[in-house]
C-alpha cells in the first residue's frame, strides 16, 4: 500500500519535472527528490528514468481515453458524440497542463519506445473517428487511412496551442477540432454545418 | 570559405548521424568522426551538440523547401502543386531516410525549441501549398484549417517513419494528396484527385 502511494507520487513526479524541465534534463534526483522517496525506492518500482516516464504516460493516457470514450458513448448522432469526445478531451487537458505537454509533446523526447507507444495511443481513437464510415455517404469507399488523416490534424492543432503555451484556451479549439474531424468524411460544408448545429 | 563549408560538412554530418543513431545517442565525437574534422573546428562553431542540431535543422529544412519550390514554379493550379510538392518531399526522404528521420522523428528528442522549429516548418509548407481557399466553394473554412492539412499530412509521414518504410514513402503519395485536400474540396473531389496521382505514380 505504501510502495502503491510512493509509485504514484514517482509518477506525477515524472509528469512534473518533465514539464518543468524536459524530458531530457530529467534526472532520477529530480524524480526522488520531488517524490520523496529514497532511490533504493525507486529501483524496487522502476528500472530507470525511462520505465517511470512510460508508466506516467499510460496513466496519464488511460484517464484520457477513459473520459474521451464515457463521454463519446453518451451522445446520439456522430457528430455530437465526436463533438462530446472532444469536448471531454480538451477540457482533460485544459485541466492539467503539464500532463497534457507529457501526453501529446514531450512523449517524443523519451525516445522510440514512447513514441511507438503514442502511436498506439492514438490508434486505439480510431473507432470514435471511424464510425463517420457509416455515418457518411460514400463513407466506406474512403481510404483506409481517413481516420489516421483525422487523428493527426487534431493531434496537430492540440499540439500547436501546446507547445506555445496555450493549454487554457484548449476548450476554444473544440469547434476547430470537430472541423478536423469531420471533414475527411463528409467535406467542409456538411462539416461546418455539423459544427453549427451541434453547438446548440 | 574554407571554414563556412567546413560548417556545413558538420551540419550535414549531424543530419545524417542523428536520423541514424537518434539524437539522444547521438554524440559531438560521433559527428566530428562523420564530418572527418577535429573537436577544436567543432567547438570553433557550435557552442555545444544542441545548438549545432539546430543550425543543422534549419538547414535541412531550408534544402527540402528549396527542392519543393524548385519542382513548383508557382505558376501551376493548386491541386498539382499540391501533388507535386508532396512528391519531392516523398521522394527525397526515400532516397534520405536518415534525413527523414531527423527531419520528422528525431526532432522530437531534442528539445523545445527544436519541436518549435518543426512545426513552424510543417506549417510554412502546408501554406506554401495551401492555396486551396479559392476551391473551397465559399464554405466556412476554419482560419487554421492549413494547420490541419499540416497535422493529418506530417502524422502520416511520422508513422511511416516511425515503422522504418522511409522507402515505401512514395506508395503513400495518393493518401497524403487525399488528406491534404480533403478539408478545402471534401472526400469525392479528394479521392478522385488521389486516384490520379495514383495512376500517374
Known amino acids: ?37 529514497s532511490r533504493t525506492t525507486f529501483y ?63 512523449f517524443g523526447a523519451a525516445g522510440p519506445t514512447a513514441q511507438r507507444r503514442h502511436r498506439a495511443t492514438l490508434q486505439r481513437l480510431t473507432p470514435l473517428f471511424d464510425e463517420g464510415r457509416d455515418y ?41 477540432v470537430l472541423f478536423a474531424t469531420l471533414v475527411p468524411y463528409i467535406g467542409p460544408a456538411a462539416a461546418a454545418r455539423e459544427v453549427r448545429e451541434t453547438s446548440r | 570559405m574554407a571554414s563556412a563549408s567546413r560548417r556545413d560538412q558538420i551540419l550535414a554530418a549531424m543530419i545524417r548521424v542523428v536520423g541514424r543513431k537518434g539524437y539522444r545517442e547521438t ?31 534549419d538547414m535541412l529544412i531550408e534544402r527540402v523547401f528549396a527542392e519543393v519550390v524548385d519542382k513548383c514554379d508557382g505558376a501551376e493550379p493548386w491541386l498539382e502543386r499540391v501533388e507535386k510538392g508532396l512528391e519531392t518531399i516523398v521522394q527525397l ?37 495551401d492555396h486551396g481557399r479559392e476551391l473551397s466553394d465559399g464554405a466556412e473554412l476554419p482560419a487554421n484549417i492549413s494547420k490541419l492539412s ?23 503519395l495518393p493518401d497524403l494528396v487525399f488528406a491534404m485536400l480533403v478539408p478545402y474540396i471534401g472526400p469525392s473531389a479528394a479521392a478522385e484527385e488521389m486516384r490520379r496521382t495514383a495512376k500517374a505514380t
Open chain 1, 44 to 106: 524496487e518500482l522502476f528500472k530507470g528514468k525511462e520505465d517511470c516516464f512510460l508508466a506516467a504516460y499510460d496513466r496519464a493516457t488511460e484517464a484520457l481515453l477513459r473520459r474521451v470514450t464515457a463521454a463519446f458513448d453518451a451522445g446520439d448522432s456522430w457528430p455530437r458524440r465526436a463533438r462530446a469526445g472532444l469536448a471531454a478531451l480538451l477540457e482533460a487537458l485544459a485541466e492539467d497542463p503539464d500532463m497534457a505537454r507529457m501526453a501529446l509533446v514531450d
Open chain 2, 150 to 172: 499540416a497535422g493529418a499530412v506530417s502524422g502520416l509521414i511520422f508513422d511511416e517513419l516511425q515503422a522504418g518504410r522511409a522507402e515505401q514513402l512514395p506508395e503513400l
Open chain 1, 136 to 176: 457518411a455517404p460514400g463513407g466506406r469507399s474512403l481510404p483506409a487511412n481517413t481516420s489516421r488523416m483525422a487523428i493527426g490534424a487534431v493531434a496537430g492543432l492540440i499540439g500547436d496551442a501546446l507547445i506555445e503555451e496555450r493549454a487554457g484556451d484548449l476548450p476554444n479549439l473544440l469547434s476547430d
Open chain 2, 27 to 57: 554524440s559531438v565525437a560521433d559527428v566530428i568522426e562523420e564530418a572527418d574534422t577535429s573537436r577544436t573546428t567543432f567547438y570553433k562553431h557550435f557552442e555545444d551538440k544542441h545548438e549545432c542540431f539546430l543550425a543543422s535543422y
Open chain 1, 1 to 37: 500500500m505504501i510502495l502503491r502511494s510512493q509509485r504514484e507520487r514517482l509518477l506525477d513526479a515524472a509528469v512534473r519535472v518533465g514539464a518543468t524541465k524536459g524530458y531530457g534534463a530529467m534526472t532520477l534526483t529530480d524524480l526522488t527528490r520531488e517524490a520523496s522517496v
Open chain 2, 93 to 129: 526522404f526515400a532516397v534520405e531516410p536518415e534525413l527523414a528521420r531527423t527531419a520528422m522523428v528525431e526532432v522530437a528528442a531534442a528539445g523545445a525549441d527544436a519541436r518549435q522549429r518543426h512545426w513552424s516548418a510543417v506549417e510554412r509548407f502546408t501554406r506554401y501549398l
